[in-house]
Every structure is written in C-alpha cells, then in structure tokens.
C-alpha cells in the first residue's frame, strides 16, 4: 500500500513558478511509474505529466510542454513537479499518481494510488 502526500501549491501570479512535491511512504516505492494530474472546476482530471520509475524518460500535456518539468528523487520518496512561468489557465487542483509499472499511463484508471491534492491559483 502506497500514501501519497502532496504540498507546494499556492497563489500566485502570471509568470509566477512553483514546486510542488509528492512524497510517498510504502514499500518500494522505485518500482512505481509516477505521474502529475489537474483537474481545473468543472472540468476533468487531466494528465500533466509523467515519470518512469527509473527517472527515464518523461512525457508531458503539450500544454504544460516547455514550462513543466517532473523529476523524483528515489532515495526521498519524493517526486516533484516543477512550474514555470505560470499562466491563469494553470489554474487547478494538482494531483500525483502512482501505478505499479515501468512507465506511465494517460488515463487516470491507469494508477492505483492517488495523493490529496494541492492547489494551485494563477492571478492574472
């Protein structure tokens, strides 16, 4: 069984960052593929952004593409997911997943385990 804790949301303001991290306790945790969810009001949750478990290769929503970066430190159970020059529309709950995989999947029925969610609110 894996918990996943996020933090590091925030208000902030257009062209703003943020970090925010997930960190998770359990076993194994190198052995699970991760990823990073938002889901604005009223919308769907969306895929952001995801992870091999071996900090291989990574795969974002063409949206985020160029502004995001998600990385994990193993030895801390922790994945981050790094947020440059924020937009309004970045507004969101943001969430971190995690499936007991090599590598990530699109669909949110693709992971097991989910955190609580941190918020995320882009002035303009």
């Known amino acids: 069984q894996v918990q996943l804790v996020d933090a590091g949301g925030g208000l902030v303001q257009a062209g703003g960052s943020l970090r925010l991290s997930c960190v998770a306790s359990?076993?194994?945790?190198?052995?699970?593929?991760m990823a990073w969810f938002r889901q604005a009001p009223g919308k769907e949750r969306e895929f952001v952004a995801g992870?091999?478990?071996?900090?291989?290769?990574?795969a974002y929503a063409d949206s985020v593409k160029g502004r995001f970066t998600i990385s994990r430190d193993n030895a801390k159970n922790t994945v981050y997911l790094q947020i440059n020059s924020l937009k309004p529309e970045d507004t969101a709950v943001y969430y971190c997943?995690?499936?007991?995989?090599?590598?990530?999947?699109?669909?949110?029925?693709?992971?097991?385990?989910w955190g609580q969610g941190t918020q995320v609110t882009v002035s303009s």
């Open positions: 992870l091999k478990w071996n900090r291989g290769s990574t």
């Open positions: 359990g076993p194994t945790f190198s052995n699970y593929a």
């Open positions: 997943a995690a499936r007991l995989s090599l590598t990530w999947t699109v669909p949110t029925s693709g992971y097991e385990y």
